[in-house]
């Protein structure tokens, strides 16, 4: 079952667009060890995350563009098997924006591991896009 996170910012689709897509702006409240990013179907990127003595290589890969309405990338670990898409889809709305982000999982990842829980993924993503970014769009 997917997980579903929507918030509503006060800016404009280009402001949100660029908070998800431009390099600098991301490592402010999504990565800061984000090696790089691109806008670009089929662009790569890997960075490593450790949680609990656990390490998680995390690889994106660029599925889907529609700027600036839609992103989409797949998410692999070189540790673990599985694969998930995230899907994040923006809508105007007066002068704010929608987001809609979308985590589906393509491939099980291991059940064993707190971290690709379902509650754990979803607390992810909402500390993620109803926190993190929300703080940054509005300060």
Request: net charge negative; glycine share 4%; no cysteine.
């Amino acid at each position: 079952m997917d997980i579903v996170i929507e918030e509503t910012f006060s800016a404009n689709i280009n402001e949100v667009w660029s908070a998800l897509t431009e390099i600098e702006q991301m490592r402010q409240w999504y990565f800061e060890i984000l090696p790089d990013f691109k806008p670009v179907v089929g662009f790569q990127t890997k960075f490593e995350v450790t949680n609990e003595d656990r390490l998680f290589t995390h690889n994106w890969k660029i599925t889907e563009i529609d700027a600036p309405n839609k992103i989409a990338y797949e998410w692999t670990f070189d540790e673990y098997p599985g694969r998930s898409l995230t899907l994040f889809e923006l809508e105007s709305v007066g002068n704010s924006t929608l987001l809609k982000l979308t985590d589906s999982i393509l491939e099980a990842y291991p059940d064993d591991i707190p971290e690709f829980k379902r509650e754990s993924s979803r607390a992810g993503w909402g500390y993620f896009i109803n926190n993190r970014l929300k703080q940054y769009l509005h300060s």
